[in-house]
């Protein structure tokens, strides 16, 4: 059985958009079993944790003596084994995969450069000059993105792996109101994220974090 490791507790702003959540979110997408093991923030950087992960961070899975990391990779590695998340035929495989690392590298760096400003910077000087820049580079990838979409329900047709990457990366924008600004996505956003997989994935991502929290000195 795979083993995802996530974290037990992470501040109230993370709490539902932690990186495991894409993995829980397609191992329920593939109905492929797992368990959840919770590593604590002081446990990131220990040696055992290191070896499977090397940058201390979340996701990671174990499944009989095999190590991965990166949400992405694992995510990929899930949709390869199941035809709910990719096509078999190679042309659609082909097309999932690359959604996929559009929804990593194309749209996630913007957004996430955005999150940096909006909610670790708030208020600094570099940040408040940064900001019209970045929600325009957001702006620009999302306006690209509901070109392609027009009026398709996913990406490629079918629901797949690239459209619950980009989901997820959508979501990552709810401390503003760009994806709003953009109908045909807000709705797209909308259609993957009622799933039942996802909320399932959602609501046991956050009990996981219930009674963890620090407490105070």
Same mark, same amino acid.
């Given at each position: 059985m795979i083993t995802l490791y996530a974290y037990r507790w992470v *501040?109230?702003?993370a #709490?539902?958009?932690v990186r495991d959540l894409r993995v829980r979110w397609a191992l329920e997408e593939a109905a492929i079993p797992y368990?959840? +093991? @919770?590593?604590? @923030?002081?446990?990131?950087?220990? *040696?055992?944790? @290191?070896?499977l992960q090397p940058f201390g961070q979340v996701p990671a899975i174990e499944e009989n003596g095999a190590k991965l990391f990166e949400s992405g990779a694992i995510v990929l590695d899930i949709a390869r084994r199941s035809q709910a998340l990719m096509p078999r035929d190679p042309g659609g495989r082909g097309r999932t995969e690359a959604w996929m690392f559009a929804a990593l590298n194309s749209v996630e760096p913007a957004v996430a450069s955005l999150g940096e400003i909006d909610i670790f910077a708030a208020g600094q000087?570099?940040?408040? #000059? +940064?900001?019209p820049a970045a929600v325009e580079a957001v702006n620009l990838k999302l306006g690209r993105l509901q070109d392609w979409l027009g009026d398709r329900d996913f990406l490629e047709g079918a629901f797949s792996a690239g459209d619950l990457l980009m989901a997820t990366v959508l979501r990552d924008l709810g401390h503003t109101d760009i994806v709003e600004q953009y109908p045909r996505l807000m709705a797209y956003r909308d259609r993957c994220i009622a799933r039942p997989a996802f909320k399932k994935a959602l609501a046991d991502q956050l009990q996981s974090f219930e009674g963890h929290a620090p407490v105070a000195a």
């Open positions: *501040p109230d702003f #709490q539902g958009h368990e959840v +093991r @919770l590593i604590g @923030l002081e446990e990131k950087t220990s *040696p055992n944790y @290191l070896a000087a570099w940040a408040t #000059q +940064r900001h």
